[in-house]
């Protein structure tokens, strides 16, 4: 089985990410696998701030803190 399969059947979603240096971004899951997951359509989150990012990101897994669904209820 997959590592990266509870991901994948999310693409599309849209995640907020924030990497162990602090930074955060807001964008649609466009892709993941076992290492890495690519957002589009991104935002750069700063406090209250969110600057458009022009290119996707690619975002190593283990540089990661938080892999957040806004919205969504536990």
């Given amino acids: 089985m997959r590592k990266d399969r ?7 979603e849209r995640f907020v990410v924030t990497l162990r240096s602090g930074e955060s971004f807001d964008g649609l899951l466009a892709d993941a696998d076992t ?3 690519r957002l589009v359509s991104s935002f750069a989150l700063s406090g209250k701030d969110r600057v458009s990012v022009d ?4 975002i190593k897994l ?4 938080y892999l957040q669904r ?3 209820a536990e």
């Fill in 35 to 37: 290492k890495t997951i």
């Fill in 6 to 12: 509870l991901l994948r059947k999310m693409i599309l």
């Fill in 70 to 72: 806004p919205g969504v």
């Fill in 55 to 58: 290119l996707e990101l690619i």
């Fill in 62 to 65: 283990k540089k990661k803190t």
